[in-house]
């Protein structure tokens, strides 16, 4: 990178600091993320609402042109 101006640089830099998280910060938010995702499956009502779902393989983007999504309300939960 030593031909990019100074100035491109330090805003990449500034960027770069924008979006630095701590990992301490870091790992609160996974730590109740996952909380959060263990209420989801255990009761109905939560803050995010799943269904437990099995996946029996993997997409092969070469072949395959779409993802199985419901056809019904605004919530679209992902197959984790």
């Known amino acids: ?7 491109l640089l ?7 600091e924008q979006f630095t998280v701590p990992k301490e910060t870091l ?5 109740k993320f996952v909380k959060e995702l263990e209420k989801g499956l255990a009761k109905e009502g939560s803050t995010i609402p799943m269904n437990p779902t099995w996946c029996m ?3 092969h983007w070469s072949r395959d042109r779409y ?3 419901p056809r019904h309300g605004r ?3 992902p197959c984790l």
């Open 1 to 7: 990178m030593a031909d990019v101006p100074k100035d």
């Open 10 to 16: 330090a805003q990449i830099k500034s960027l770069e």
């Open 27 to 31: 790992d609160k938010i996974v730590t």
């Open 57 to 59: 393989g993997f997409p």
């Open 67 to 69: 993802l199985p999504r």
């Open 75 to 77: 919530h679209q939960p």
